[in-house]
């Protein structure tokens, strides 16, 4: 199974902040908070297809989202904020108060 080390970018997006009004439990939340965006060549260096799931893994933790092609620099990944990409990121705040959610580097797979 190929793996490839990637950079997230976590955002809030449009379609996301729609959704939030309907409720965070709705299946259109949930389906943003759940799909990953990648450059198209890196879903075929990945070798997916579509209806794949892919595997992202962090010293933290792991977790496993839908994948679709977007207008994202290659080796980068971009993810909406939300309680599915919260086990691969760190507890360390550096003072703040807030974990990183962006510049996380993450191993990305084929998740079967």
């Known amino acids: 199974m190929v793996k490839r080390r990637f950079t997230v970018i976590t955002c809030r997006t449009i379609t996301q902040g729609q959704a939030m009004h309907i409720g965070k439990d709705s299946p259109e939340y949930l389906e943003e908070i759940s799909t990953l965006r990648m450059n198209l060549k890196d879903i075929e260096n990945l070798e997916l297809q579509e209806g794949d799931r892919v595997r992202l893994a962090t010293p933290h933790g792991s977790t496993v989202l839908k994948f679709k092609k977007g207008d994202v620099p ?36 084929r998740y079967a």
């Open 74 to 109: 290659e080796g980068m990944v971009l993810i909406a904020y939300g309680r599915v990409i919260n086990p691969i990121v760190g507890p360390d705040t550096q003072a703040t108060g807030m974990p990183d959610y962006k510049g996380i580097e993450v191993e990305v797979e």
